[in-house]
Structure formats: C-alpha cells, structure tokens
C-alpha cells in the first residue's frame, strides 16, 4: 500500500508544471507557445528570463529530490531511486499540463542528489563545462546523462540499481532530446551567449 502511495506521489510531485505556472501566473505567458514548445528550464530561460528560469530549475530538481525522499518521509524501505524515477516520468509527462512536459534533465538531476550527491555534482561540473566548451544545453546535458552512466559504473562501490536506474534515465533524457541531435547534426540548434 505505501509502495503504491509512494509511486503516485512521485509522479504527482513530477507533474508539477513550473514552467507553465510560473510563466502564467508572473508572465501572463504560455512558454508552450514560444522557444521550443518545452516545459523545462532551458525554454523558460530564453522565453521569460534568467530569473524565471532559475526558479523554474530549481523547483524541477527540487521536484526529483523530494519524490526520491518520499520513502524516508513515510518511514518506508522503498527504494528512493525507484521513486525518483517516477517523479521524471511525471515531469515528461505531467497529467496537469496535458501530458506535454520537460525533458527530463533537471528532475534526473534532483533524483541524483538525494541519492547520488557526490555524483549529482560531478555530472553539474560536466554539463557546465561542456556548456562552457560546445554552447549547447542539449549536448551538455546529453553528455551528463552519459557521464553519469560511466560514473556509476567505476567510481566508488558498484552498486547495479545505481547503474540500471542512472542507465534509463539517461536513456529518458537522450530520447527527448531527439529533434535537438537533429539540429545539431544540421548546425541549427541555437546556441547560449551568456556563457
């Protein structure tokens, strides 16, 4: 039963759209209809603002961390990498924002640093600099999502939940990043100026 209160919480935590409540309710904007269409930071950030898009980061990591912690909050043994994961399938697919959510890399992120956080900030060390390297947010954070994988994999204790859970959520992030490696490849994804 608590297994189930968790798993429903976690994907209800991860449906919170903060792009699309921010942005209407301080913007009178709908960032689905501008930028990229997407619910997620990056979006934000070029729609609204450096500091709409800050808050709205934050609160999709912090969204991935508290569904994580859901377990140690009600006193169960369930696993907090298997709640986490529930939370990224609700921000990519949030039920009060039709379905239609981020890509995934923030809440990964805070999934990350409930459980991982020694790993969660080497993979934000990664993503900036690649960042700071290429322009790209959606190389960096393809590249983190990688770099992750191989960081569970040989560093530290190995530990095979950490693996197969980090493995399908960055599968989860390269898979929504789809059209951004086809304007990569195509030289039209845009770049960040800031950095």
Not at 139 to 153: D, E, I, Q, T
């Amino acid at each position: 039963m608590t297994a189930g209160i968790i798993i429903v919480l976690a994907y209800l935590l991860g449906s919170i759209p903060s792009g699309l409540w921010i942005g209407k309710a301080f913007y009178g904007t709908d960032i689905r209809q501008h930028g990229s269409g997407n619910l997620g930071g990056t979006n934000t950030f070029r729609t609204l603002g450096v500091k709409a898009g800050i808050i709205v980061t934050t609160a999709d990591i912090l969204k991935g961390t508290l569904a994580a912690l859901l377990p140690y909050f009600l006193g169960s043994d369930f696993n907090w990498l298997v709640a986490g994961i529930f939370a990224v399938i609700g921000h990519m697919y949030p039920i009060f924002a039709g379905f239609r959510g981020g890509k995934a890399v923030a809440t990964s992120g805070g999934v990350l640093l409930a459980c991982a956080p020694l790993m969660f900030a080497v993979i934000v060390a990664i993503f900036f600099l690649s960042l700071y390297i290429t322009k790209y947010v959606s190389l960096s954070s393809m590249l983190a999502a990688v770099a992750a994988v191989v960081y569970s994999l040989f560093v530290g204790e190995w530990d095979p939940l950490l693996t197969v859970v980090v493995s399908i959520l960055a599968f989860f992030v390269i898979y929504r990043h789809r059209a951004n490696i086809k304007r990569i490849k195509d030289k039209t994804e845009p770049k960040i100026s800031w950095l």
